[in-house]
T-cell receptor, first 115, second 114 residues
Framework: AQKITQTQPGMFVQEKEAVTLDCTYD???????LFWYKQPSSGEMIFLIY??????QNATEGRYSLNFQKARKSANLVISASQLGDSAMYFC????????????FGTGTRLQVFP | ETGVTQTPRHLVMGMTNKKSLKCEQH?????MYWYKQSAKKPLELMFV???????ENNSVPSRFSPECPNSSHLFLHLHTLQPEDSALYLC?????????????FGPGTRLTVT
């Protein structure tokens, strides 16, 4: 079974609108971390936001927020006020446990922002 | 500007060649990683180094040989590769292994094996 599922291979959003990118995860660990990365066409993976399993509040970083619903095992990324430069691949990833650095990545969602 | 650099950015090699990928991090981190990103597949962790010691090897074929001479540099030595090894190879670093530290990635090396 997939550990990280991103069901949206592609998404379109108009500039200045908000968009939600879906991510669900599967783990039996109590301690885990969830990450979102952005990968522009240039290739590098850019860290966006992190949510720990014990964090009670949803993480926010500027225009990025993570809608963490623990019971549903979902960690959706919300991008507010989309910009043309937001067009990229977006990857959700999970770290299981606390003393490991193994990140399990989803297959990604390609976001395209149009004027 | 990224704190993790990778060279070369693009590499084409034959199956009998030997080449090396280089990664350098300027962030003062203690952990470094190699990932493989193949088309339409999730990013796969290959190796993890913590303070120059390999701490994880995810069943990677021996034709990939990592080397970490110090905490700032990481190499991936390649020999007798197969066409299916063509992929984007990403290097990353973090403050240390484990915990809630995010990993910072380099721009990757696009490898094509002919």
């Amino acid at each position: 079974a997939q550990k990280i599922t991103q069901t949206q291979p592609g998404m379109f959003v108009q500039e200045k609108e908000a968009v939600t990118l879906d991510c669900t995860y599967d783990t039996s660990d109590q301690s885990y971390g969830l990450f979102w990365y952005k990968q522009p066409s240039s290739g590098e993976m850019i860290f966006l936001i992190y949510q720990g399993s014990y964090d009670e509040q949803n993480a926010t970083e500027g225009r990025y927020s993570l809608n963490f619903q623990k019971a549903r095992k979902s960690a959706n990324l919300v991008i507010s006020a989309s910009q043309l430069g937001d067009s990229a691949m977006y990857f959700c990833a999970m770290r299981e446990g606390h003393n490991t650095d193994k990140l399990i990545f989803g297959t990604g969602t390609r976001l395209q922002v149009f004027p | 500007e990224t704190g993790v650099t990778q060279t070369p950015r693009h590499l084409v090699m034959g199956m009998t060649n030997k080449k090396s990928l280089k990664c350098e991090q300027h962030l003062g981190h203690n952990a470094m990683y190699w990932y493989k990103q193949s088309a339409k597949k999730p990013l796969e962790l290959m190796f993890v180094y913590s303070l120059e010691e390999r701490v994880e090897n995810n069943s990677v074929p021996s034709r990939f040989s990592p080397e970490c001479p110090n905490s700032s540099h990481l190499f991936l030595h390649l020999h007798t590769l197969q066409p299916e090894d063509s992929a984007l190879y990403l290097c990353a670093s973090s403050q240390r292994v484990g915990g809630d530290h995010e990993q910072y990635f380099g721009p990757g090396t696009r490898l094509t094996v002919t």
